[in-house]
């Protein structure tokens, strides 16, 4: 199997509820690409260590944990396994992201994790989803985008998510918790929230999941064929 640099990737990147999530899994299922869920990652390593009693500020054993942890993404959907078990909606909670918002802060955490993310990298190619797939993880990606919108605009579609899931949370929780995890992922010394130099960054504020899906396709044509 060719796990080197000319399978091609494409990094989606930004903060959460601007849609990369949604987008990157079509992409992955038009182009027959294999995907990543790099959030997911950190958000199962916070939820392990929850299982463990490992406290989320301890460095070392959140190191030696992610080492252990047998992670799988069944290419049928969005049920992860942790372990062989799905673990459901449980990582997907505003909890669970504020739990991978601290671990993720945690640079030896990020190191641990960086060839566990490029393992993903397979024939015939990658969608990768997150936060530095472009800056870090896949600098040589062959086309990287942005997506962004408004910070109200992302706890909307969060909160309508949710309320689809049976998971009740108030909106104005959800924005304060979107606003606190955005200042956290941004100012953070290691890997922080920024757009790729060479990325496209597309504001998705008003825009439906199929307009921003067509631009997305629009600009992977172009890359494809200047
Ligand atoms: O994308 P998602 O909301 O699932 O990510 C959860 C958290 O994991 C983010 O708030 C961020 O702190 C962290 N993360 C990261 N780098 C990534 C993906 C996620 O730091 N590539």
Do not use: W
């Amino acid at each position: 199997m060719n796990t080197t640099k000319s399978v091609p990737v494409i990094t989606i990147d930004g903060p959460s509820g601007s849609g990369k999530g949604t987008i990157s899994r079509l992409l992955a299922r038009e182009l027959g690409f294999h995907f990543l869920d790099s959030g997911a990652l950190y958000r199962l390593l916070a939820y392990a260590a929850d299982r463990h009693g490992i406290d989320l500020a301890d460095c070392d054993s959140l190191v030696r944990l992610s080492g252990d942890l047998d992670i799988r993404f069944p290419a049928d959907g969005e049920q992860v396994l942790l372990d062989g078990e799905p673990v459901g909606d449980r990582i997907r909670t505003e909890a669970a992201g504020a739990g991978a918002s601290r671990v993720a802060a945690l640079p030896e955490v990020r190191r641990a994790l960086l060839q566990q993310q490029r393992n993903f990298r397979r024939e015939p190619g990658l969608v990768a989803d997150g936060r530095d797939m472009g800056t870090v993880v896949f600098p040589d990606a062959r086309l990287k985008v942005f997506l962004t919108a408004s910070s109200e605009e992302r706890a909307r579609r969060r909160f309508n998510q949710l309320k689809e899931k049976n998971i009740n949370s108030g909106y104005e929780a959800i924005l304060q918790e979107i606003q606190a995890r955005d200042a956290r992922d941004s100012q953070r010394s290691v890997a922080p929230l920024t757009p790729a130099e060479d990325a496209v960054v597309l504001d998705t504020s008003g825009q439906t999941i199929d307009a921003t899906f067509q631009c997305v396709r629009d600009l992977l044509k172009k890359r494809l064929n200047p």
